[in-house]
């Protein structure tokens, strides 16, 4: 580390992991600092949480069907977080919606797949979003990271990168140029918070 005192933070995830891999990578490469204190799954049957368990992480899954009530699925969510001191809690791919509690207001950020406001929303994820990008002939796409309130995709914005989108774009092109710029904007968003939490 740059003599920076890492953030201690965890993270959530759905999928693939490749965010979660991105932040790694810029951890032990590029002096992101973070200290990757729990990483919550809400699959057991995902690739992320191979990659979680690869890199030695501290790795649970919580999955939102053994918790019908809000309020529990989210004890569930956030208690490990407590538990393991995580002062900041990353959505890296996490496709679902909990209550965020209040000693994590203003602690919790997201990364989406668009230039939001727009093509935000429920079920507005994955190559929906790059297809209603197509379909809606937009000329820009790209990424937004923001805070996480109760409403989808909606709290304040820290950071957007864009790209082109292409005359020939498919779902699956536009989806491969918008996350390169995930690859950014996620660990350049973090540094701000961390250096909001330094001060």
Known sequence: MSGQEPLPIAVFISGGGRSLANLIEHRDLHDLPIDIRVVISSSAKVRGVEIARAAGLNTIVVRKSDFPDAIDYASAMFEPCRKAGARLVVMAGFLKHVLIPADFESCVINIHP????????????????????IDHRMKTSGCTVHYVDNVYDNGPMILQRSCEVKEDDTAETLAARVFQQECQALPDAIRIVASKHRD
């Not at 668009?114 to 990008?133: I, N």
């Open 114 to 133: 668009s230039l939001l406001p727009s093509f935000g929303g429920p079920g507005m994820y994955g190559q929906r979003v790059h297809q209603a990008v």
